[in-house]
Nanobody, 128 residues
Framework: QVQLVESGGGLVQPGGSLRLSCAASGRTFSRYVSGWFRQAPGKEREFVAAITRSGGSTYYADSVKGRFTISGDNALNTVTLQMNSLKPEDTAVYYC?????????????????????WGQGTQVTVSS
């Protein structure tokens, strides 16, 4: 079994920054892509960002483009989401996910069904 553990969530004022990390452990897993999703109260889970294992491709939701940056460290099996210029609407539980499938279209990396493993989530609250 593969375990994904998120860390780095918390309370931050609007305009502030947070850095989320996701550490993978467990059985050997051919992780092709890692992603971050979020779910606000009363809303569906939505795509935030994704990165392929090679680091050659990154994908972002329009709502976070230019503010969030996803990066990966294959040696440490970690993926990081740097979040800057945070807004109250970024408040949500953030989930790390990992998938083994490669797709020809980025459309699939934006879908939660394309990921095999999920973390438990970490709360991010943006409020003054």
């Amino acid at each position: 079994q593969v375990q994904l553990v998120e860390s780095g969530g918390g309370l931050v004022q609007p305009g502030g920054s947070l850095r989320l990390s996701c550490a993978a452990s467990g059985r050997t897993f051919s992780r092709y892509v890692s992603g971050w999703f979020r779910q606000a109260p009363g809303k569906e889970r939505e795509f935030v960002a994704a990165i392929t294992r090679s680091g050659g491709s990154t994908y972002y939701a329009d709502s976070v483009k230019g503010r969030f940056t996803i990066s990966g460290d294959n040696a440490l099996n970690t993926v990081t989401l740097q979040m800057n210029s945070l807004k109250p609407e970024d408040t949500a539980v953030y989930y790390c996910a990992a998938g083994s499938q490669a797709y020809s279209s980025s459309y699939y990396y934006r879908r939660s069904g394309s990921y095999d493993y999920w973390g438990q989530g970490t709360q991010v609250t943006v409020s003054s």
